[in-house]
Nanobody, 124 residues
């Protein structure tokens, strides 16, 4: 069974940094898209950053220049380095991935998975 497990959230002062990690476990053939979303109280969940297996990246305008998404292919893990954090970055952060499961050793179906969420709180 595939699981995404996040770590690295916490409380930080404005201007500080945090690094979130998301580790995918289980029987996985490949990971096509890895991303981070966030949801603040009373707001809709929004895309923060995403990266593809080909190496392209996409960032929300509000985090460009401050956040960096990266991956460790060997570990099926991806990261979100968050610098110069602001109070408006406070939210629950979720990792997300489009995973291809194996089918008799070959690529099978692609499914979308979510992590359980990790709280990031930035104090002013």
């Amino acid at each position: 069974q595939v699981q995404l497990v996040e770590s690295g959230g916490g409380l930080v002062q404005a201007g500080g940094s945090l690094r979130l990690s998301c580790a995918a476990s289980g029987s996985i053939f490949s990971i096509n898209v890895m991303g981070w979303y966030r949801q603040a109280p009373g707001k809709q969940r929004e895309l923060v950053a995403a990266t593809t297996s080909g190496g392209s990246t996409n960032y929300a305008d509000s985090v460009k220049g401050r956040f960096t998404i990266s991956r460790d292919r060997a570990k099926n893990t991806w990261y979100l380095q968050m610098n110069d954090l602001k109070p408006e970055d406070t939210a629950v952060y979720y990792c997300n991935a489009d995973l291809v499961l194996p089918d008799i050793g070959l690529a099978g179906e692609q499914y979308n998975y979510w992590g359980q969420g990790t709280q990031v709180t930035v104090s002013s």
